[in-house]
């Protein structure tokens, strides 16, 4: 039998894949906007369930910034990113991603190009999804900000999320 590594590799691959496949197809037949309105509508959905499946894996309950960073941590570990979690406060966390499977199928594939648009319609919804998903029902709403990327040349990439406590 294939070793846990060996799985993990393959279901990695296997994801990024189909990722790349459907939205390639879908380019060539409706173009470049319509693939990337498509891939846009899907990662307003996919956070949700990686959300709720890392707070089962994990028994996290709470609707804190440090809840949201521990359960994307999973989601960033499963997809094979290096990063930091940073937290300065109960309300202020961040994740900084030093390297990006996604960023580096971008470069294999020549469509570097691509990439800002994809960190400012993907990324940032991805972001502000998970935020949403950790917001409590009723108090104060946690919000996302993708700071910095390196699909915007920057050397990393930045998600803040903070939770504004009213006054």
Not at 90 to 100: D, F, G, L, S, Y
Not at 113 to 124: F, N, Y
Request: hydrophobic share 40%.
């Amino acid at each position: 039998m294939a070793g846990d590594d060996n799985l993990l590799e393959m279901l990695r691959r296997s994801y990024f894949a189909v990722d790349g496949l459907w939205f390639v197809m879908l380019e060539e037949e409706d173009g470049l906007e319509r693939a990337m309105e498509v891939d846009e509508r899907v990662w307003e959905i996919m956070p949700k369930i990686q959300a709720r499946k890392a707070r089962e894996l994990l028994g996290i309950d709470g609707h804190s910034t440090a809840d949201l960073v521990r359960c994307l941590a999973l989601k960033l570990s499963a997809e094979g990113h290096t990063y930091e979690r940073r937290s300065t406060n109960p309300q202020h966390a961040e994740i900084v991603v030093t390297k990006c499977p996604w960023r580096n199928v971008l470069e294999s594939a020549g469509r570097t190009h691509l990439g800002p648009e994809i960190a400012d319609r993907i990324c940032s919804t991805e972001a502000a999804v998970w935020a949403r998903e950790f917001s409590p029902e009723g108090g104060p709403a946690i919000e996302a900000t993708l700071v910095e990327s390196i699909c915007h040349r920057a050397d990393r990439c930045r998600f803040v999320f903070e939770q504004r406590m009213s006054d």
